[in-house]
């Protein structure tokens, strides 16, 4: 089973800032979307960014103007830059890729933020 393959996580002050990476495995072909989601402690896992073009992409309230998404297609790599990072921001980040197929996950990396 494809699986991506995320790191970055740590831990972190609140202020600080942190950048997740996520490898696209090279069999995953026409990508309809790419993002990542974060699941805290009880809660339901939620969207945080969503990029379906270039220009198409959606970040969730609570992360806009700290959040950007990008990626290098050079190495196949989706980054998640996260600056001005704050305690509530705590949780369980998945990179996630869909292609005409199928639907993929990581494993997840664990980001804390200390107030």
């Known amino acids: 089973q494809v699986q991506l393959v995320e790191s970055g996580g740590g831990l972190v002050q609140a202020g600080g800032s942190l950048r997740l990476s996520c490898v696209l495995p090279?069999?995953?072909?026409?990508?309809?979307?790419m993002g990542w989601y974060r699941q805290a402690p009880g809660k339901q896992r939620e969207p945080v960014v969503i990029?379906?073009?270039?220009?198409?992409?959606v970040y969730g309230d609570s992360v806009k103007g700290r959040f950007t998404i990008s990626r290098d297609i050079s190495t196949n790599i989706v980054y998640l830059q996260m600056n001005k990072l704050r305690p509530e921001d705590t949780a369980v980040y998945y990179c996630?890729?869909?292609?005409?197929?199928?639907?993929?996950w990581g494993q997840g990396t664990q980001v804390t933020v200390s107030s």
């Open positions: 990029l379906t073009t270039a220009t198409n992409i």
């Open positions: 996630n890729v869909r292609d005409t197929v199928d639907n993929y």
């Open positions: 090279g069999s995953i072909f026409r990508i309809t979307s």
